[in-house]
């Protein structure tokens, strides 16, 4: 789950990582009284959306004329924001951070996150801060330092200097990024963070370490555990497909492709659109209804996937294991009932009761194509895609 940066900054205020002075207005505040009694001083206006590149598309804005902060607070929570990370329907303004200007000396990329390869925490560390660290990495990958954390032994004091020595910090500013570590070490564990980044950790005027900008990314499978946490949830920045499938408890991602794809079980569903790229198509979406799927269930998520504008054929994929096949097959039949299928449909059949499934779609729609192995289906679905 990513959260705001201003809920990110606010676990940063908890763990004592340094932050600047700063102010939140919501969608319904009263933006006027808040600006009034702050606007003594320079801010940055910045829009709280969970997509990187605010700043190129006009949402991160300094203001240094009072009488233009609550102009342009306003109009910031009106936006719809558009970078290069949301697409081009881009993502609501219902938040904005204001922050008080200061000085920026230097700046720099520091960030922990989860090596599932080496099965540790990775410290990610480079004096290019400020800008894409994808972008570092292809022109300059020497600039980035990696140091892993091994969660048996926790962070390290030689790790620290190491950190410290490849940002060529002076001694005082090691002793301040020792405290970082140390604090966003604690707030990873703690919360079963998948990502922490702060881009960029600025040195200011005065040579003290800040959090110019968070961003941190919390562990779905983990969220049970942290009830605050999930109060951080909103909806409004995700794709409105993902955000219903997660009320269904349906397991969805939208894709860029046109063939939708309904499967039980997460390795299933991989292995399908693996297949389904294979032979040259383009999944749609991701689409696992679990292996203990409903009747119910399954009609939603058919309702759900035939409901995309991009999808032009769909592949039911079911391998009839703790779920039945048949059970699968009426679930379609009652999302037949509430919608209008103009989408081909391709369905694989097989395991528990998958015979009495078969029987259950037999001509009842002109759309419902049967088949009878995995790859038949793919090409099916993907030459169905073609023709629509």
């Not at 207005?25 to 320079?42: L, M, V």
């Not at 904005?96 to 090596?115: F, G, K």
Request: hydrophobic fraction near 45%; proline fraction near 3%.
């Amino acid at each position: 789950m990513n959260i705001h940066e201003y809920q990110a900054k606010a676990l940063f205020a908890e763990n004592e990582i340094p932050i600047l002075p700063s102010h939140v207005i919501k969608q319904g505040d009263d933006a006027q009284s808040i600006c009034e009694s702050i606007k003594d001083q320079p801010w940055i206006v910045k829009a709280q959306v969970h997509a990187g590149g605010r700043g190129k598309a006009g949402g991160v804005v300094i203001v240094r004329d009072a009488e233009q902060l609550e102009p342009t607070v306003t109009s910031m929570l009106e936006k719809t924001l558009v970078t290069k990370q949301t697409g081009e329907h881009g993502l609501p303004v219902n938040t904005v951070l204001l922050e008080e200007l200061t000085s920026i000396e230097r700046e720099i990329y520091l960030a922990m996150l989860v090596d599932r390869g080496s099965k540790k925490i990775a410290i990610i560390a480079s004096a290019e801060g400020g800008m894409d660290i994808e972008q570092v990495a292809e022109q300059a990958p020497e600039k980035i330092f990696t140091h892993l954390i091994h969660p048996a032994a926790g962070l390290q004091a030689n790790q620290i200097r190491g950190v410290a020595y490849a940002l060529h910090l002076d001694k005082p500013q090691i002793k301040q990024l020792a405290n970082i570590l140390q604090s966003l070490f604690k707030l990873f564990t703690d919360n079963d963070c998948s990502l922490v980044e702060i881009n960029p950790l600025i040195v200011n005027a005065e040579g003290n370490l800040i959090a110019l900008d968070a961003k941190i990314n919390i562990d779905d499978n983990a969220l049970y555990r942290h009830q605050k946490l999930q109060e951080f949830y909103d909806a409004s920045q995700q794709n409105q497909a993902e955000a219903t499938a997660k009320q269904l408890g349906l397991n969805y991602i939208k894709l860029d492709g046109n063939i939708g794809c309904i499967v039980n079980g997460a390795g299933l569903a991989m292995a399908t659109m693996d297949l389904v790229k294979h032979h040259g198509g383009e999944p749609a979406n991701f689409l696992d209804v679990g292996g203990g799927a409903t009747q119910g269930k399954v009609a939603e998520a058919f309702k759900l996937v035939s409901s995309d504008e991009s999808v032009q054929s769909i592949f039911v994929n079911i391998f009839g294991g703790i779920v039945r096949c048949d059970l699968i097959a009426q679930g379609v039949l009652d999302a037949l009932n509430e919608i209008t299928l103009n989408t081909p449909v391709v369905i694989l059949l097989q395991g528990t009761n998958a015979a009495e499934g078969k029987k259950l779609l037999e001509n009842k729609s002109p759309n419902i194509i049967p088949v009878d192995n995995l790859t038949n289906g793919a090409q099916q679905a993907i030459a169905l895609a073609v023709e629509a």
